[in-house]
């Protein structure tokens, strides 16, 4: 082999130079992943990837307690959007299966609730699964809830009992729950039963 200028070029320098490139490339593709990865974090951020909840579950979804420690969930709901169903099953330890089904609601009509204690119907509403036992604090649980409206979707929550503690709502990922939705173009509403 010769170097551009016509003169040999020795096995060491051959060598030096088939390292060299293989370097470079591999420099190429580890600017090129953490490129595609920041790309990344900022459409999730943005409420475009992840579960069907994407990143927005922590700024439109939460979980609380009621006074007398009874699991509670706050939505906030775009303008026009309404929660239309709401059911809670059991799941395995990596969320990957639901389990038996532990409660459900659904909408009579389409009032602007926001606020809902597990195991009970507010107005407007009604079970159509009794909530019959209490999951143990370790118990990975799923939480489904589809609302209608011009902004309607589909979250599903996955939680586990523990770590839902009275005095603070738990959210997912960053943000506070009354952070402006993604999906929405005016604030998010929040008004309480």
Do not use: N
């Not at 090129?32 to 994407?54: E, Q, W």
């Not at 969930?73 to 303008?79: A, D, E, N, S």
């Not at 990975?140 to 009992?161: C, K, N, Q």
């Amino acid at each position: 082999m010769k170097s551009t200028h016509g003169e040999p070029i020795s096995p060491a320098e051959r060598h030096r130079r088939r390292v060299r490139g293989y370097r470079l490339a591999a420099l190429i593709t580890i600017w090129i992943a953490v490129v595609a990865l920041g790309a990344y974090g900022a459409y999730a951020m943005m409420g475009g990837a992840g579960p069907s909840t994407g990143s927005v579950w922590g700024t439109k979804l939460g979980l609380s307690r009621t006074a007398a420690g009874h699991l509670s969930v706050r939505v906030l709901t775009c303008p026009g959007e309404q929660v239309s169903d709401m059911q809670l099953t059991e799941s395995d330890r990596g969320f990957t299966t639901t389990g038996p089904k532990l409660w459900e609601i659904r909408s009579t009509g389409h009032p602007a609730l926001a606020q809902f204690a597990v195991g009970s119907a507010p107005a407007g509403f009604v079970i159509t699964k009794a909530f019959t036992s209490s999951p143990g604090p370790h118990q990975p649980l799923i939480l489904d809830i589809r609302t209608s409206g011009r902004h309607g979707a589909f979250f599903e929550v996955d939680f586990m009992p523990r770590e839902v503690r009275s005095g603070s709502v738990l959210v997912a990922g960053p943000g506070f729950l009354g952070t402006k939705s993604p999906r929405c173009r005016r604030p998010v509403q929040f008004s309480s039963q």
